[in-house]
């Protein structure tokens, strides 16, 4: 998704992906309690020979990863009905709590979802500091403006070991900040832009970008 939709167009998708949310609770609601009995049932129907109660653990635990993944549409349309607003990267920065780096045009004024962009750095950071560990110091932002275009790169201050990131993004099962990373990501879409994490020789860098749409008034300083 490259281009910014319509308020009304939004507003649509956000009412529909609710509507969906609350039309699949249900019946993983009713399936997960059939479950329940059954296991106990078999549980106390157990003699000597062994139930099928770990197919039925297994099910239970598929319909609980399926739940969780029903409530990430409450928070897509939460970022799909937020309407983007006047702000400075500086100031969606320090409520994120993410250290950003002078650079002369973090308060120039972009126009983005305001919440739902704070919530997408505080969740990036976050899993850079999980990556590094916990005795690296926390990851810093730095802004790079050009014309039309305005990018933010946050480094990881230790090495990353793990496979390419870029997976994370597709919401693979058990991956603690997946759902972050995948909320991020539809956040910084929504306003037009880009998310891609960047893995180069074990060094793990995130990279933000909004091309002219969003940066109103946003002008490179001159020198």
Not at 60 to 86: Q, S
Not at 117 to 128: E, H, I, N, R
Not at 167 to 192: H, I, K, M, N
Request: hydrophobic share 45%; net charge negative; aromatic share 4%.
């Amino acid at each position: 998704m490259t281009e910014v939709l319509p308020l009304d167009s939004i507003a649509g998708v956000a009412r529909a992906m609710a509507t969906l949310r609350h039309a699949l609770a249900d019946p993983l609601s009713a399936a997960g309690l059939k479950l329940e009995l059954v296991e106990r049932r078999l549980e106390g129907m157990r003699s000597g020979g062994s139930p099928p109660t770990e197919k039925i653990r297994g099910a239970k635990a598929d319909l609980e990863a399926a739940g969780r993944l029903i409530d990430v549409l409450a928070r897509l349309a939460a970022i799909a009905e937020e309407v983007p607003e006047e702000t400075s990267m500086g100031s969606l920065c320090r409520l994120a709590g993410v250290p950003l780096e002078g650079g002369g045009w973090e308060n120039g004024p972009v126009v983005l979802r305001r919440q739902a962009t704070v919530d997408s750095l505080a969740g990036v950071s976050a899993f850079l500091g999980f990556c590094q560990g916990s005795e690296a110091a926390p990851p810093r932002a730095s802004l790079e403006v050009s014309v039309g275009t305005m990018g933010l790169r946050m480094a990881a201050a230790a090495r990353f070991a793990g496979t390419e990131p870029e997976w994370l993004f597709s919401l693979p099962r058990g991956q603690e900040f997946a759902v972050e990373l995948f909320l991020a990501r539809a956040t910084v879409e929504a306003d037009g832009g880009l998310l891609q994490l960047v893995n180069r020789e074990g060094w793990l860098t995130a990279v933000f970008s909004w091309r002219a749409s969003a940066l109103r008034g946003v002008e490179r300083p001159a020198g």
